[in-house]
């Protein structure tokens, strides 16, 4: 069902023999199951059906160019709504996973740190110099990366810092404490958005970001986080900063335009018919 006589239905756009053939240019035999799950997904939230199909193929599409499942329950990449636009995010196992296929860690990890469990922060290192927990309450989180090349750090923030965090870089998170209101991810997951954060920003500050396609795609999920996906680049509405364009969506993935409803079938490709942070930008 359209929304309007001129707007066409996410299905019918998903139904377009260049989305598919794009899809399968991507995921080979998988094309067919994530297309699948792409509508399973949207159908079961009533905030990603009322977004813009254009903007929820755009941010599949990420997903999809990354090789990630968008299945919420696995964790590693999600489509989330917000302001009538699908978002692209990445949770930390999905950060973990593109930085693995990489082959340059040998570990990277986050979680909570218990009361006691870091006695100290060497100034000069940043080495946390750990100590034994005196409780089970959480007072940070920490982030660890190993390389192969036998290069180690570690990042850690408190959970008044991140806290702060969320309250500057979401406006959504900021809300929820003006309205007393819980509908950020901050205020109902915070623990998972503390493992991200802390990874994000030590893989952001220290982990190995080149041209090569395995290293690019870290470099891309980077950028892509939290983001609607324009023809114009990476659009960051949560926080609504002025970002500059990073990379044209167009650039990235070559999927179809979504606005282009002719019969793809009757006409030779040419190059008019394709379309195809960064620490602290939308954590």
């Not at 998988?30 to 009533?46: C, E, H, K």
């Not at 090789?67 to 692209?88: R, W």
């Not at 930085?99 to 340059?104: D, E, P, T, Y």
């Not at 690019?216 to 509405?237: N, S």
Request: aromatic residues 8%; proline residues 4%; glycine residues 6%.
């Amino acid at each position: 069902m359209k929304t309007t006589q001129d707007e066409p239905t996410l299905q019918d756009i998903l139904n377009r023999a260049k989305v598919k053939q794009r899809f399968e240019e991507l995921l080979d035999r998988s094309a067919p199951s994530f297309i699948s799950s792409i509508l399973t997904i949207v159908r079961g939230n009533p905030k990603l059906q009322a977004c813009s199909p254009n903007s929820i193929l755009a941010a599949a599409g990420i997903a999809a160019a990354l090789k990630l499942p968008i299945n919420p329950s696995l964790g590693f990449a999600f489509l989330v709504p917000y302001k009538g636009q699908a978002t692209f995010q990445i949770g930390a196992k999905g950060f973990i996973q593109l930085a693995m296929r990489s082959g340059q860690y040998r570990t990277l990890n986050s979680g909570a740190v218990r009361e006691g469990q870091i006695a100290d922060i060497d100034f000069e290192t940043g080495e946390v110099i750990r100590g034994e927990k005196i409780s089970d309450e959480i007072v940070g989180y920490i982030a660890y990366m190993e390389l192969l090349n036998g290069f180690k750090k570690s990042l850690y923030m408190t959970v008044d810092e991140l806290l702060a965090h969320a309250e500057k870089y979401s406006q959504s998170y900021a809300y929820d404490l003006k309205s007393g209101r819980k509908s950020s991810v901050w205020s109902t997951n915070f623990d998972a958005m503390a493992k991200k954060t802390v990874l994000k920003r030590l893989l952001n500050n220290f982990g190995i970001i080149s041209i090569d396609q395995q290293s690019a795609d870290l470099a891309t999920a980077l950028q892509a986080d939290q983001a609607v996906i324009t023809d114009d680049g990476y659009r960051y509405i949560d926080n609504e900063r002025g970002e500059e364009k990073i990379v044209p969506f167009n650039d990235v993935l070559g999927l179809p335009n979504p606005d282009d409803d002719s019969d793809d079938d009757d006409k030779p490709d040419s190059p008019d018919d394709d379309i195809d942070n960064t620490e602290d930008k939308h954590d």
